[in-house]
């Protein structure tokens, strides 16, 4: 497991990043950096740009009123990025902010929006979006940015999903049993298939979850046959839509995803 830097502020930025390379700020980050946090030339911060790693730089000055960040040395190789698709119908404002920082928190490498029957908030600012993205990765010290993609109708966000993506499908009417079971049914071969070697990483995975107002029937018929779909209740308990990703995410990152659960254990 890496050991994260804290200490330093973390700030992403879009130019390559190498030794002896000098990334200008703009205008929102030299505020922040400068007029916020106070600090001076020579001052420590930590830059990635979800390709090259993160590097070590250092707060420099470029002319009259304008400074940069002097790139010094690496400090964490770039890691490969999960494959784990979120899938959600549209929240407002605030409530969808949270999300996409839980999201990209544990560990969502595409967020992509989806307008089903009951959806109440079909428009969705991706610029915003983005802007969460961004400040959580900053914040928690993650390399690779999730993609954020434009809302789409629910048929076609089921027929863009490739058929070897494994669907988790959390549906408030789904039996109240054992999801960690349910997932970990998941991970064993269907029948004709061989397993998995030992050395293969976690499987492409989605995980959806439907408006406050549920799915409507037809969703929930097509949802149930469709092939590699595994439907789970999160526990006996109604939660709110944002709260709904953070226990989704967990449950499908402890038994299935990136979190270490050996294979054959149901956590």
């Known amino acids: 497991m ?7 502020p973390r700030l992403f930025v879009e130019a390559p990043l190498a030794p002896g390379v000098r990334v200008p700020l703009d205008a929102a980050p030299l505020h922040y950096l400068r007029d ?6 020579g001052d420590p911060v930590l830059v990635f740009n979800g390709r090259d790693g993160e590097w070590r730089a250092e707060l420099a000055e470029a ?3 304008s400074m940069a960040l002097a790139v010094v040395a690496a400090t964490r190789p770039q890691t490969p990025p999960g494959d784990l698709h979120y899938l959600f119908a549209p929240l407002k404002r605030a ?5 996409v920082q839980k999201a990209v928190e544990m560990g969502a490498s595409r ?3 989806v307008v089903t029957r009951h959806t109440q908030a079909e428009r969705v600012n991706s610029e915003r979006m983005r802007a969460n993205v961004i400040e959580a990765a900053e914040q928690c010290g993650v390399l690779a940015l999730p993609a954020v993609a434009e809302p789409v109708a629910f048929d076609k966000a089921l ?6 993506r494994t669907l988790i499908f959390c549906d ?3 039996p109240v049993a054992d999801p960690v079971a349910a997932l970990a049914a998941a991970r064993r071969p269907a029948p004709g298939e061989s397993a998995p070697a030992e050395t293969a990483g976690p499987r492409p995975l989605a995980v959806l979850i439907g408006p406050e107002g549920g799915f409507s029937e037809e969703e929930r018929a097509v949802l149930l046959d469709r092939p590699g779909v595994v439907r789970i209740a999160l526990g006996p308990r109604i939660l709110r839509a944002d709260t709904a990703a953070v226990a989704a995410l967990a ?3 402890a038994v299935l995803g990136d979190w270490g659960v050996a294979p054959g254990s149901t956590g």
Do not use: I
Not at 2 to 8: A, G, K, M, V
Not at 95 to 99: E, F, G, P, T, V
Not at 159 to 164: G, V, Y
């Open 172 to 174: 408030e009417d789904a």
């Open 63 to 65: 002319g009259r009123r």
């Open 95 to 99: 409530r969808l902010d949270y999300l």
């Open 2 to 8: 890496p050991r994260y830097e804290f200490r330093s």
């Open 159 to 164: 027929a863009a999903l490739s058929p070897d």
């Open 36 to 41: 916020v946090l106070r600090l001076k030339p």
């Open 111 to 113: 967020l992509a929006p």
């Open 251 to 253: 449950l499908v990152q």
